[in-house]
């Protein structure tokens, strides 16, 4: 099994910040990594598919990056609608999930 | 409009059985893998089961296999979960999820709203 580490588990930020979150696979998942959100009660949504894809209708201030083990998420300015829990998930094999980063409203 | 839903969860008992139901609609089911993805309260998401479009294509979860039976019936536009032998572990939100492509390449792209099941005496 393919494990993910998602780093940090939560952080707090400002509306206009930039937030970065890592995910890094147990073994090369080549650009297989897709980033998810999920707000409170609700179901997650596909934001970023094969690394660095954004899917239709997500905000460009979202974006990804990286390749083989090491990956990342980026949100270029915090708006107050993206307060909420991020997952990666590798599908390069069965798929995994990240434990999930907290964005928390600073 | 893409929409999934499911249904068929509840509280049942340690070794009890429960059978899910997910019904979907505003898109050619047909064509579709389709998975079970489920969140334990408070917790992350845990992948549990994926069946390809034609049903060719069944994999599992570790934690699963064995105990759970993943189906589809085409003609329903309906996806569905048998779970046998239910442990506490199993206690979750439920989700049905679409996969964007027809094999099940893990692409989780509509989520329903969930099903929740609570496995207790």
């Known amino acids: 099994d393919i494990q993910m580490t998602q780093s940090p588990s939560s952080l707090s930020a400002s509306v206009g910040d930039r937030v970065t979150i890592t995910c890094q696979a147990s073994q090369d998942i080549r650009k297989y990594l897709n980033w998810y959100q999920q707000k409170p009660g609700k179901a997650p949504k596909l934001l970023i598919y094969?690394?660095?894809n954004l899917e239709t209708g997500v905000p460009s201030r979202f974006s990804g990056s990286g390749s083989g083990t090491d990956f990342s998420f980026t949100i270029s300015s915090l708006q107050p609608e993206d307060f909420a829990t991020y997952y990666c998930?590798?599908?390069?094999?069965?798929?995994?999930f990240g434990q999930g980063t907290n964005v928390e409203i600073k | 409009e893409v929409q999934v839903v499911e249904s068929g969860g509840g509280l049942v008992q340690p070794g009890r059985s429960l059978r899910l139901s997910c019904a979907a609609s505003g898109f050619t089911f047909a064509d579709f893998a389709m998975h079970w993805v489920r969140q334990a309260p408070g917790k992350g998401l845990e992948w549990v089961s994926g069946?390809?479009?034609?049903?060719?294509?069944?994999h599992y979860a570790d934690s699963v296999r064995g105990r759970f039976t993943i189906s589809r019936d085409n003609a329903k536009n309906s996806l569905y979960l048998q779970m046998n032998s239910l442990i506490s572990e199993d206690t979750a939100l439920y989700y049905c999820?679409?996969?964007?492509?027809?094999?099940?390449?893990?692409?989780?792209?509509?989520w329903g709203q969930g099903t929740p099941v609570t496995v207790s005496s």
């Open positions: 094969d690394a660095s």
């Open positions: 069946i390809s479009w034609n049903s060719g294509f069944i």
């Open positions: 998930q590798q599908n390069d094999n069965l798929p995994s």
């Open positions: 999820v679409k996969d964007r492509r027809y094999s099940a390449d893990y692409y989780f792209d509509y």
